[in-house]
C-alpha cells in the first residue's frame, strides 16, 4: 500500500493561496496522484490529477516534485465555499501500481 | 446523467441483521467502486469491479461482507450478519477508466448505523 500523510487541519482567510502537501514515501513507478475535496454529507469529488511536474486546471494546480515521494495542492484565492475536507489518493490498479489508498485529509477552514 | 445514485441513504438495523446496500453507476463507466468512511479509519477501498467483474476484494473486511454487480448498472454490498462496528457511511464510485487513472465519481453514500 502506498502509505500517505496530510496535515490534519490548516487554517486561511479569503483570498489567500492555500497549499496542502501529501507525503507518500512509498509511491511506486506506476502510481498517479489524485486530489478530492469532500464537503460534510457528501461523497468525495475530484480536484486534480497528476503523474509528475506540474499540473493546472480550472480550479487548482498540482505540484509534484521529481522524487514523488510528495505532492502538494495549490488552490488559489480561496473563499469560504472552499472549507472542506482535503484528500490525496494515490495508487494505479491498471498499471501494476499500489492499491489505492486514500490520505487521512486534511480539514481546510477559510474565514473572512 | 443524475450521477451515482445510492440507496438507502440512511439505514439503522439491529445487529445480526441482513443488510443490502444499492448502487447505480453512471452509465457508460467500466468501474465500480465500494468504499467505506468512518473517523477512525478514514476512506478505504472495500473492492472494485471491472465490466462486472470482481477484481480486487482484498478490501472486504470478513466473510460478512459480500458485493455483486449482476449487470451494468447496479450493484449491491450485503453485510450479513451485521455489527455494530460495521456502524460507516459506505460509498460507490465510478470511473471510465483504470483504478487511479481516471477521476472517480462518488454517490452521496449511505450512512449505516447498526444499533
Known amino acids: 500500500l502506498a502509505k500517505t500523510t496530510q496535515p490534519i487541519s490548516m487554517d486561511s482567510y479569503e483570498g489567500q493561496e492555500v497549499n496542502i502537501t501529501c507525503s507518500h514515501n512509498?509511491?511506486?513507478?506506476?502510481?498517479?496522484i489524485t486530489w478530492y475535496q469532500q464537503f460534510p454529507s457528501q461523497g468525495p469529488r475530484f480536484i486534480i490529477q497528476?503523474?509528475?511536474t506540474k499540473v493546472t486546471n480550472e480550479v487548482a494546480s498540482l505540484f509534484i516534485p521529481a522524487d514523488r515521494k510528495s505532492s502538494t495542492l495549490s488552490l488559489p484565492r480561496v473563499s469560504l465555499s472552499d472549507t472542506a475536507v482535503y484528500y490525496c489518493?494515490?495508487?494505479?490498479f491498471g498499471g501494476g501500481g499500489n492499491k489505492l489508498t486514500f490520505g487521512t485529509g486534511t480539514q481546510l477552514k477559510v474565514e473572512l | 446523467d443524475a450521477g451515482v445514485i445510492q440507496s438507502p441513504r440512511h439505514e439503522v438495523t439491529e445487529m445480526g441483521q441482513e443488510v443490502t446496500l444499492r448502487c447505480k453507476p453512471i452509465?457508460?463507466?467500466?468501474?465500480l467502486f465500494w468504499y467505506r468512511q468512518t473517523m477512525m479509519r478514514g476512506l478505504e477501498l472495500l473492492i472494485y469491479?471491472?465490466?462486472?467483474?470482481?477484481?480486487?476484494d482484498s478490501g472486504m473486511p470478513e466473510d460478512r461482507f459480500s458485493a455483486k454487480m449482476p449487470n451494468a448498472s447496479f450493484s449491491t454490498l450485503k453485510i450479513q450478519p451485521s455489527e455494530p462496528r460495521d456502524s460507516a457511511v459506505y460509498f460507490c464510485?465510478?470511473?471510465?477508466?483504470?483504478?487511479?487513472?481516471?477521476?472517480?465519481?462518488f454517490g452521496p453514500g449511505t450512512r449505516l448505523t447498526v444499533t
Open positions: 512509498n509511491i511506486a513507478t506506476n502510481d498517479y
Open positions: 469491479f471491472n465490466n462486472n467483474v470482481p477484481i480486487d
Open positions: 497528476g503523474y509528475k
Open positions: 489518493l494515490v495508487g494505479d
Open positions: 452509465s457508460g463507466h467500466d468501474y
Open positions: 464510485a465510478s470511473s471510465l477508466e483504470a483504478p487511479g487513472r481516471d477521476e472517480q465519481y
